[in-house]
């Protein structure tokens, strides 16, 4: 009866890495340009040592590989929002001063003029430092990623400027592995690693006043939630079982 809760016990414990994405997906529902990793898998493996040889251990087979899906678009009119085109992804600066990358387009200027995300990362340019616009001054981004400013208090027809272009770069062959700060970078290379340019694709796109969703389907995730429920509540019902059957042979066993 040790090998039932042995397997239910093992199962339980693996299972565990699965939930956690679930409930990181179902929290980020309504976060813009948010991405699901693709799905974790159970797969048996053979435990080793003194008194296993029959035993098969459940082992959880998981990769953070980002899904670029693309999310639902929201028209908000804010010159400030903005959607990326297909895969592309955009560059930012990770909390550790490294490249990295996302889909969050809800842009904004800092009391000092910097251009960050609405989870306070700063946008890089293309010359991979950030962008800076001077205070007051009213902002436009183009479709290329061109940042224009435009100063409101110049006489005449206001002149457009170009402060810089965003970092972009199209990630449709290159894996993406989530940060634990939430950002993306290239899969399998260190923090910081750019993603390189292929030849013959276009150069990536954006919609201005436009924003993404999170491509997380709120009724898929929650339905695999109860699913994952349900199977703790099985286990849990397994071990109990075979507690209970080890007490009745025992209580057999006893002299009359």
Do not use: C, W
Request: aromatic letters at 4%.
């Amino acid at each position: 009866m040790d090998r039932l809760a042995f397997n239910a016990v093992a199962n339980i414990n693996e299972q565990r890495v699965a939930r956690q994405m679930t409930t990181n997906e179902l929290a980020n529902v309504s976060t813009p340009g948010f991405k699901r990793s693709f799905e974790a898998a159970m797969r048996p493996v053979q435990v080793e040592g003194p008194g296993f040889v029959t035993r098969m251990q459940p082992r959880s087979e998981t990769t953070d590989n980002i899904n670029l899906k693309p999310g639902t678009q929201m028209a908000t009119g804010n010159d400030m929002d903005i959607s990326l085109s297909a895969q592309a992804v955009m560059g930012v600066t990770a909390t550790d001063g490294t490249l990295a990358f996302t889909r969050r387009g809800d842009l904004k200027l800092t009391a000092t003029g910097a251009l960050e995300n609405g989870a306070g990362h700063l946008v890089r340019g293309q010359g991979g430092g950030a962008i800076t616009v001077p205070p007051g001054f009213r902002v436009t981004i183009n479709d290329d990623g061109s940042v224009y400013a435009t100063n409101p208090a110049q006489a005449g027809p206001p002149v457009p400027v170009l402060i810089d272009r965003i970092l972009m770069r199209d990630a449709r062959q290159t894996a993406l592995d989530r940060r634990m700060d939430g950002l993306f970078q290239v899969m399998g290379k260190p923090p910081g690693t750019d993603i390189a340019a292929v030849a013959g694709v276009p150069l990536p796109s954006l919609t201005s006043k436009v924003l993404e969703g999170s491509n997380v389907n709120a009724l898929e995730v929650m339905v695999k939630l109860m699913e994952q429920s349900r199977s703790f509540e099985q286990q849990v019902n397994v071990i109990k079982q075979a507690k209970d059957a080890d007490e009745s042979g025992a209580s057999m066993m006893k002299p009359a």
